[in-house]
DNA sequence: CTGAAAGCGCTTACAG
DNA sequence: CTGAAAGCGCTTACAG
C-alpha cells in the first residue's frame, strides 16, 4: 500500500507538510487549535497529493455511534402499504449496521395526529443524529420540524413532500405525474365518449394531498389530450362503513351504463377488483396503485388490468442511505428524488414484486 | 465497543475458547494447521457466542487485492445499448474500491467472435479474481467458460444466459416474457383483425436468440389469447444496406394496409420511428426496446408508443456486486437474475432515463 | 498550537 | 500445531 499503489494516507500528506497525522487530522475535519499557516500549508498539500479518506478506516477507528430514528405509520388492514418502505428502512439498516450506525424504527397510528406527535416527542428524547420520517400530518410535521431545527438534527421526507422545512431529501412519488400516466394507459384502450369512474376509497374520510394530485392528474391528462373525450364520474367511497364499497358501486352502476374504467387513487383498488369480479364486471378496465397483495392477486386473475408501483421499498432503504451518506460519509446528497412510475400489468409483475 | 455493545469480536472468541486470535482466525478461515480438538471447541463458541466477522476491520487489514475484469461489446452506432450496462460496472467499481477491489473493463467488437477471443485471452494472462461477461458468442463463451473453470476463476453473465457453465450468477432479461408483455400492450389497444408488422432489425445478419425469444414471446400471447385474432408478418431487415429500413417497410406497407401496430424486438426501433413519421404513419401503434436516446427521443415526439426497458445499469452494477459479495464478502449469491421488464410510456420515462 | 501513542477488529508473517 | 506482535489508515485522548 502506501504512496506506490497510488492511494495517498494521512501519513502521505503529514510528512510531506512536515507535520504529525494529528495535525492533518484537525485541518481535515475543522477541529480548530491549528495555527493558521499550517493549515494553510496542510490544505494546499491535501489538494496537491489529491488526498480522499479511506472510509473503511475511518469507520473502524470512529468511537462515534450514530442512530437514526424512522417514523412512519403502523401497516394495517387499510395501510398494508406500509410494510413496504419499512423493508427498505430495515435493508438499509443491515448494510451501515458495520459502520458504526444503528436504526430504530418508531411507528404511529396513520390516520391519528396525536398518535404521531406522541411519537416525534419520544423520538426527541433519544437525540437522533438523523430522523426519517412520513409527513403526513402537516400542522404536526411542521412542528416536529422545527424542533429538529432548533436542535440542529438532519432529517428527510418519506412519501409525501411537506414542501417546506430543512429537509436534506424527500423520497416519494410525483403524484400528479402518475396520474397523468395512469390516464394514458387507459385512454390508449378506451373508446371515446366512455365514462370513467374515479374512486376515492378512504379508510376513513380522509382523502390526502397526493390522492389528490394523482386525481388532479390523471384528469388533466384527458383535459389536455384531444383525441379522447371522456365523462368522469368521482366519488369517494368510506370503508369503515360497513356495506361499503358496494353499496355505492353498485349505485353508480346502475346509474351509468357507460362506464369503461375505474380509476382508483391508491392502494385499495382491490376492494373495487372484488366488486367488479362478483358482478361480473371483469371488462371494465381496473387501474389503482401499488403492489400489496391482494392487488396482486386481482392482477393475476385479469380483473385488475394495471397498477402503478412505486418501488415503496427503495423509498424506505435510500431515505436511510441518505441520512447515512450525509452524516457518516459526507457526501452530497440530493434533494427531490421522486420514485419511478411503474407500470405493472400481469406479464411483468412476476420480476418487481420480490 | 465489545461485548458490552452487543458485538463479539474474535478476541472475545479467543478468550472464552482459551486460545490465541490466530488460532481463531485459521478456523474461521479453513486455514489448517489447527489440532481438530481445539477447532471443535472454537466452532462451538463462535456458533455459541453468535461471531460475525466486522467486515469493516477484515478489509482494512486484508493484503489481499481483489481483481475483477469485465468482458462487453464495445458501444457504437448499431449497439449504443452497451454505454448502460458499463455505466453500473463503473459505479460498482467506486463503491467497491474502498475494499481492496478494482475492477477492469476490456471490449470486443460485439459482432466478431475473434476479437471476443482475443479479449479473453488478454484476460486470462491478468490471473483475475472474477470475471463478467456477456457470452453472445456461445461456441467462444464455452471454450472460454472451461479455461475458467480449471482455473477456479468465477464468473458473472451479462444479458445473455448461457444456460451452461458454472456461472455463479446471470444477469439480464427473461426475453421471452418481456415479448409477453410487449404483447399484452399491443393487444389491449388494437382491434380484433389487425394485421401487426414484426420488423427485426439488425446491424449484420445477425439475429441472436435474445431476439428470437422476444418474438415467439410476443407471438405466443396472441396465441394464447382469444381475446385477439391477429395476423403476423415477420420480416428482417439489415441495416447496413443503405436504403433499409426504408425499402422495405414502403414495400410492407404499401402491400398490407391494416397494419396497426409495429413490433420491433430490439433497440433498433428509433430506425422505425423514422419511417413511421416520414410516412405520416403516427398512427400505428409502435413498441420497442431500451431507453436509448433516440428512442426516447421518438417516444416523447410520440410516435414510438412504448419502449420496454430493463435496467441495463444495474445489470452491470449487480454483476460486480454478485463476484463482489462472492469472493470478498463471502455471501451467497442468487444465481438467476432476470432483470425487471420495464414500460415506459411518454407519462413516466422522466423517472426511468437517469 | 502540536506530536506521540494507543486503539478500532481483523490479517499476516514469524518464531517456536 | 500455536501464540505474540506488527500493521491496515484512521481517530482520540493525553502530554507538553
Redesign the interface.
Known sequence: MGIENGKIRIKDVAKKAGVSTGTVDRVLHNRGEVKEETRKKVIDIIREMGYTP????K??AS?KLYRFAVIIPDANNYTPYWEKPLQGVLKAAEEIK??NSIVDVHKFKGSDENSFRKVYAEVLKCNPDGVVFNPKHKKASLDFVKLMDEERIPYVYLDVDLASGNNIAFFGQ?AR??G??A???IS??IPNGSEILIAKLAGKKLVSHHITLREKGFID?FKNSNNCDCKFKSIDIDLSINTEPSLSLKKIFGEHHNIKAVFVPNSRVYRVAAFLKENNLQRTICLGYDLIQPNVEYLNLGVI?FLIGQKPEDQGFNSIMALFNHLVLQKKVNKLN???????????I???NL
Chains 1, 2 share one sequence.
Open positions: 479511506n472510509l473503511i478506516a469507520s473502524l468511537k458495520d459502520f410525483n405525474q402518475s397523468q400516466a390516464a394514458r394507459l390508449n384502450i391528462f388490468d421522486y420514485s419511478q412510475i411503474d407500470i405493472i400489468i400481469k406479464e411483468n412476476a420480476y418487481y
